[in-house]
């Protein structure tokens, strides 16, 4: 009986669709993003913002690139001790991509905000 009520079951996922793609990374977004890392680690404030910025509103850019965008600006935030800011940039990361959560928040703990936390 049990084995004839599985057989009856559809399948999860029909036969013949395809997964869907991960987006492809945007090319500039992704040297946007190199130059905002770059500013940072060298402490320029101004080219940081200015380059995470321009990822975080591309049309372009893939998620994944938007994230990391927004951990840069995050600590950006934190860098001015702005923890709200940080953590309005921190909100707007999707619970998905933990290793720029982490990178946030290490950079906030990095800047003198030990108490930084997801």
């Excluded at 869907?20 to 130059?35: C, F, I, S, Y």
């Excluded at 998620?63 to 709200?84: H, N, R, S, Y």
């Amino acid at each position: 009986m049990r084995d004839a009520c599985r057989a009856a079951r559809p399948p999860r996922r029909p036969a013949g669709c395809a997964t869907t793609p991960k987006p492809a990374d945007d090319p500039a977004a992704a040297e946007a993003l190199r130059e905002a890392q770059a500013a940072l680690a060298r402490g320029d404030r101004t080219a940081a913002h200015t380059r995470s910025q321009s990822v975080i509103n591309s049309p372009d850019a893939s998620p994944t690139q938007i994230a990391f965008a927004l951990a840069v600006a995050g600590v950006l935030e934190c860098m001015k001790d702005d923890i709200g800011g940080a953590r309005g940039y921190l909100r707007r990361i999707p619970p998905g991509f933990r290793t720029a959560i982490n990178q946030l928040v290490a950079g906030c703990r990095a800047h003198g905000q030990p108490g930084f936390s997801p």
